[in-house]
C-alpha cells in the first residue's frame, strides 16, 4: 500500500488545488482553493470556459463598474466550485475577498451571498465551507455564520492564539499553515529542520492536542505543506488539505507510516487553557512575531492575487 493510500486510513486527504484534473487522479474527500489557485487555474486553457462563462452571464446585465466586476468574481469562484463538487465526495472550500479580513460585516454580507450562489445551483450548504482569515473580525464573523447555519474555515492560521479564539467560536474547521511556518524560521535562524522539529508541525501538533484534549469538535486541517515529511508527521491530523505534487509524492512511496497524532493520547496531556477574549487574542497574537508577520503577508499575497484576477476579468469584458 503506498503512502497515500496508508495516511488515507488515518486523516482525511484534501485536495489543495484549482486543478480538476489532479482531483481525478488523487481521489481526495475534499477540496480547497484559494485566490492564488484560482488566478493560476483562470489563466489555462483549459479553464478559460469558466471565465468565459462568469463573464457571459453578467455581460449585459444591470451592474456596471465596480459591482459588475464583484459580481463576475463570486460567480468565478463559485462556478470553479461547482465543478470541484462533480469530482470530490465531500466539501469544497471558497474563499471570501482577502481585503474584507478586518471587515466583520463585509465577510458576513459575502459569505452569504456565496452561499445564495450554490443554493441557487442546487448545492446544499452542508457541502461548502467559507473561508476567511484569521483575524480577530474574521473570527466574529465566523461566529455569526456558523449560527446560521454556514460552516467556515478559517485559513491563514498561525497561531494557538487564533485556534483557540476558533474553536470557542463553535467554527467547523480551521487550517493551520505549516509550510510557511517552516518558510519562517529557516529565514530567522538560517537553518533546516528535520520533519519531527518542524516548527510548522509542531504547531499543528500543540493545536491538535489542545482541541482533542478540551473536547472541542472545530476539525483542524494542516496546510501548506513544503515536503512529504510533514506531512507524514501529521498523520492523524483530521484532514490535511495537500497539493498535487506532493499527493503524487506519497503515491509514489512505499515506506510504512503510522498516526502520529491521536486523540486519545491527547485527553491525557497536562495542557493549560489559554484565553480567548479580545483582549488575550490580541496580546498573544502580538507577541507571535510569525504568527503576525505571516498572517499579515498571506492576506497581502491574496489580495494582490484578486486584483490579478479581477484585471484578467476587465479585459474578458473588453
Not at 123 to 147: D, N, P
Request: aromatic share 6%.
Amino acid at each position: 500500500m503506498n503512502q497515500l493510500d496508508q495516511l488515507k486510513q488515518h486523516t482525511v486527504v484534501v485536495a489543495d488545488t484549482g486543478d480538476f484534473e489532479a482531483m481525478r487522479a488523487y481521489k481526495p474527500q475534499d477540496a480547497t482553493t484559494n485566490p492564488s489557485l484560482i488566478l493560476q487555474a483562470s489563466q489555462k486553457p483549459e479553464y478559460k470556459s469558466l471565465v468565459d462563462q462568469a463573464v457571459a452571464e453578467h455581460k449585459g446585465g444591470p451592474l456596471s463598474g465596480r459591482a459588475k466586476v464583484d459580481a463576475i468574481m463570486d460567480r468565478l469562484v463559485v462556478l470553479f466550485g461547482l465543478e470541484i463538487l462533480k469530482i470530490v465526495p465531500g466539501r469544497v472550500s471558497t474563499e471570501v475577498d482577502a481585503r474584507l479580513s478586518f471587515d466583520t460585516q463585509g465577510n458576513i454580507d459575502k459569505a452569504r451571498h456565496i452561499i445564495a450562489l450554490y443554493e441557487r445551483a442546487g448545492i446544499g450548504r452542508e457541502r461548502i465551507l467559507i473561508k476567511i482569515a484569521s483575524t480577530w473580525e474574521g473570527i466574529k464573523a465566523a461566529e455569526v455564520l456558523q449560527k446560521e447555519g454556514i460552516n467556515c474555515n478559517l485559513t491563514l492560521l498561525f497561531s494557538l492564539a487564533q485556534a483557540v479564539a476558533c474553536a470557542e467560536g463553535g467554527i467547523k474547521l480551521i487550517s493551520p499553515f505549516v509550510g510557511r511556518i517552516l518558510d519562517w524560521y529557516k529565514k530567522s535562524t538560517g537553518r533546516d529542520y528535520a520533519a519531527a522539529e518542524d516548527p510548522g508541525v509542531q504547531s499543528v501538533t500543540a493545536i491538535y492536542n489542545y482541541y482533542k484534549h478540551f473536547g472541542y469538535q472545530t476539525e483542524v486541517m494542516g496546510a501548506s505543506f513544503r515536503n512529504k515529511g510533514e506531512i507524514t508527521e501529521l498523520c492523524g491530523c483530521d484532514l490535511l488539505t495537500i497539493s498535487p505534487a506532493l499527493l503524487g509524492e506519497l503515491q509514489g512511496a512505499g515506506e510504512i507510516i503510522t498516526p502520529k497524532l491521536n486523540a486519545a493520547n491527547a485527553k491525557s496531556l497536562k495542557i493549560e487553557r489559554i484565553g480567548s477574549d479580545e483582549k488575550s487574542f490580541r496580546w498573544l497574537f502580538n507577541e507571535d512575531a510569525m504568527a503576525t508577520e505571516k498572517t499579515a503577508e498571506g492576506i497581502r499575497n491574496f489580495a494582490k492575487d484578486i486584483v490579478k484576477l479581477e484585471k484578467l476579468v476587465e479585459a474578458s469584458l473588453g
